[in-house]
């Protein structure tokens, strides 16, 4: 089993800046691919960003691409969203996941979530 715990939202005025951090412990060399994820009231869980192992590929979804980063960090099992130029339209719930096989952008490709973290972007 793997476990996630995200940590680093909170409320920010537009234009501001934000670091996520999701700190995985277990088995964490089972650990292939860890994704950011969103959710906003009344809307469906929203792709993000990935990173997999190999090469160290990253995807980043259209919607925050040039300002939003996932990083990971291998030797403390921590994936990071830094998050600049937030708008109020980014405001929601991100969650972090973890898949221990090459996954993409469904979240029904990933086998362990966190429990969320609140982010909140306003005028």
């Known amino acids: 089993q793997v476990r996630l715990v995200e940590s680093g939202g909170g409320l920010v005025q537009a234009g501001g800046s934000l670091r996520l951090s999701c700190a995985a412990s277990?088995?964490?060399?089972?650990?292939?691919?860890m994704a950011w994820f969103r959710q906003a009231p009344g809307k469906e869980r929203e792709f993000v960003a990935w990173f997999s192992g190999i090469g160290r590929n990253t995807f980043h979804a259209d919607s925050i691409k040039g300002r939003f980063t996932i990083s990971r960090d291998n030797a403390n099992s921590t994936a990071y969203l830094q998050m600049n130029s937030l708008k109020p339209e980014d405001t929601a719930v991100y969650y972090c996941a973890a898949s221990p096989r090459l996954a993409f952008t469904s979240p029904r490709a990933y086998d362990y979530w966190g429990q969320g973290t609140q982010v909140t972007v306003s005028l």
């Open positions: 277990g088995r964490t060399l089972s650990i292939y691919t």
